[in-house]
């Protein structure tokens, strides 16, 4: 008897006794999975994703729209950063503030170009506060899924409440499965043997968080 006869012996076996109705072709199985977790108000959960998203090393601000382009253009003056990428359906009033070059998101780029950007300015779909994680979705904010992996510097801005969510079950209906997902939790790093951290490996270097504040709601 061959090794692949084994294998296939035992998958015959496992499968002899899956209860009826639960096999291939069955009713859907009941999955009762909790999702939320715990009990916060929105500035509790917009707390948590702030911390969380500093654990992984990932530098966190915060302001509302008025502050923001000034905002943003002392930060990408802070890194000397003379060109930034912007995709083509981010808010304009954004990078009023930068005295920067700004450089089309193009399909025609290739990873040399994209890896002479200084930095990168995004929006972002959806966050989440327990494991502080961004989720991209090729929006018209956010771009084509290499304008985050090649630059090495990301500038990321979140609305606050509205784009933050407290668990993983509640981000994925927000997100469409045939979509470009790209998922980030703090700037790229890898270790080796030795667990030497070593960051920038497959993505940015550097990773900027904006929490944006909504507009108090005129009472």
């Avoid at 999955?31 to 948590?48: A, M």
């Amino acid at each position: 008897m061959s090794s692949r006869d084994v294998v296939l012996a035992r998958v015959r076996q496992a499968l002899a006794v899956v209860p009826g109705g639960e096999g291939r072709g069955g009713p859907p199985v009941a999955r009762g999975y909790q999702r939320v977790h715990g009990s916060r108000t929105q500035e509790q959960t917009v707390d948590l994703l702030a911390e969380n998203l500093a654990d992984y090393r990932a530098i966190v601000h915060r302001t509302d729209a008025e502050g923001l382009p000034g905002l943003i253009g002392r930060l990408l003056a802070e890194r000397g950063a003379r060109s930034v990428l912007v995709p083509t359906g981010l808010d304009a009033s954004w990078t009023a503030g930068a005295d920067v070059t700004l450089v089309e998101d193009r399909a025609s780029s290739t990873a040399r170009e994209l890896d002479l950007v200084d930095s990168v300015l995004t929006g972002c779909a959806v966050a989440i506060a327990e494991t502080g994680t961004l989720i991209l979705d090729a929006g018209p904010d956010q771009g084509r899924r290499r304008i985050t992996l090649v630059p090495d510097h990301h500038l990321c801005v979140v609305r606050v409440p509205d784009q933050v969510v407290g668990s993983v079950p509640e981000a994925l209906p927000r997100v469409a499965p045939d979509r470009p997902l790209t998922w980030i939790s703090g700037p790229s790093a890898t270790s080796d043997i030795e667990l030497d951290r070593v960051e920038g490996v497959h993505g940015p270097r550097t990773l900027e968080v904006i929490l944006l504040a909504a507009a108090p709601e005129a009472g």
